[in-house]
């Protein structure tokens, strides 16, 4: 590592201690056992890079950043417990968590012990619509939102799929059919009346039923919302069945883990995420020093790392990191960030977020378009 850590790890079994030499307690909270430990790891990975440097200048306000880490697994339950076990150890803010099925539940007790919340990767409008319907200040994100994802993912299918058959998949979880009725309903506003919309059931090996179905139906394109470890299986068992329909998906996907899960069956999978932003020259630096602790930031590494700059530089700015003034200050300023300049609207999402067309092509996926 290039500097040394403050880390305190948390897990739903571990007992709670206080940080021994900071002055500041972040918790870190996400999926780091189970189908979604590689955005887990992407988010701790992400959090501990820049804690190092920040401490390293002397930390925020004159105080040292120490690290606890708790696992969610993307379990709403254990969501809910690894929140309170936060509040109890007297974190001032809470990066997390990657599942909006998460993030959601746990919101309640971070509001109700004023803890700030930034989540880098839970896109489902609710977490910051709900939170500003309850007139609560704390809850935000530096990631987009899937009603703007979906608009997206629907304009490109209804352009090049409109006289096809189209077939609609989801999860079940907030995520998932989040996505995809958000990208239902842009298709049926431009015209576009899918063949097919049904659920399926995460976590499970075998998909080859879903494969049958899609295939006698003759479904031209397939969109599913859900996450890349059940995304990856269903493009695997297409391919066995020889079913070359066009899959596409939504930013659980933005993972070279899904070659693995797919193997070669994932040639031409379409998913939509944010612009790259290793590609920013803001985050130039940070990339290559992430890189020479041989991990690729990608994923949602850089949007953990702003979600964390964007606290830092509010602390400075409010003078504290008591709510609800570093809320106020985040919400009255920009901040510059390895995802570029951000800025918040009142609900805590950040204004005009991008989103692109990825694909996966030789093994890698690269942006193919707006």
């Known amino acids: 590592m290039l500097f040394p850590r403050l880390l305190l790890a948390l897990s739903l079994t571990a007992g709670l201690a206080g940080p021994a030499s900071a002055d500041i307690l972040m918790a870190i909270n996400g999926p780091m056992t189970g189908s979604y430990a590689i955005f887990g790891d992407q988010m701790k990975r992400g959090a501990e890079f820049i804690v190092d440097r920040l401490n390293a200048k002397g930390g925020v306000l004159g105080q040292k950043i120490a690290i606890m880490v708790g696992d969610d697994a993307c379990d709403p339950k254990q969501a809910v417990a690894v929140a309170n076990k936060a ?69 490109w299918i209804a352009e090049h799929f409109k006289d096809k058959k189209i077939a609609i998949l989801h999860d079940r979880s907030p995520y998932g059919k989040g996505l995809a009725d958000a990208t239902k309903a842009e298709l049926n506003k431009l015209g576009v009346k899918e063949a097919l919309y049904e659920a399926y059931n995460p976590g499970e090996k075998d998909y080859s039923a879903i494969i049958s179905r899609l295939k006698s139906l003759g479904a031209d394109m397939v969109y599913i919302g859900g996450y890349h470890t059940e995304v990856g299986l269903m493009l695997r068992q297409a391919r066995d069945q020889g079913f070359n329909a066009q899959f596409m998906s939504g930013d659980a996907n933005a993972t070279d883990e899904l070659l693995g899960i797919a193997g070669p069956a994932v040639e031409g999978f379409l998913f939509t995420f944010g612009p790259d932003p290793r590609k920013n020259p803001a985050a130039k630096e940070t990339v290559e020093a992430i890189k020479a602790q041989n991990f690729e ?37 920009s901040f510059d960030t390895v995802l570029g300049t951000l800025a918040f609207d009142q609900k805590g999402d950040i204004k005009d977020p991008k989103y692109v067309l990825y694909e996966f092509k030789n093994g890698k996926y690269s942006e193919v378009g707006p």
């Not at 990066?95 to 099925?101: A, E, L, R």
């Not at 990608?298 to 953990?304: A, P, R």
């Not at 606290?311 to 504290?320: I, V």
Request: some cysteine.
């Open 87 to 155: 509040a109890t150890a007297g974190a001032k803010v809470v990066i997390g968590h990657y599942c909006s099925g998460s993030s959601i539940p746990a919101s309640d007790v971070y509001h109700e012990n004023d803890i700030l919340q930034i989540s880098p990767a839970s896109t489902n409008p609710k977490l910051t619509d709900d939170a500003a319907t309850k007139g609560w200040k704390n809850v935000f994100r530096t990631c987009g939102r899937d009603d703007y994802q979906g608009v997206i993912a629907g304009r």
């Open 297 to 333: 930031p990608e994923g949602y590494t850089l949007y953990t790392v702003a979600a964390v700059q964007v606290w830092a530089d509010a602390a400075e700015k409010a003078g504290t990191v008591d709510m609800p003034k570093i809320a106020e200050a985040i919400r009255g300023h």
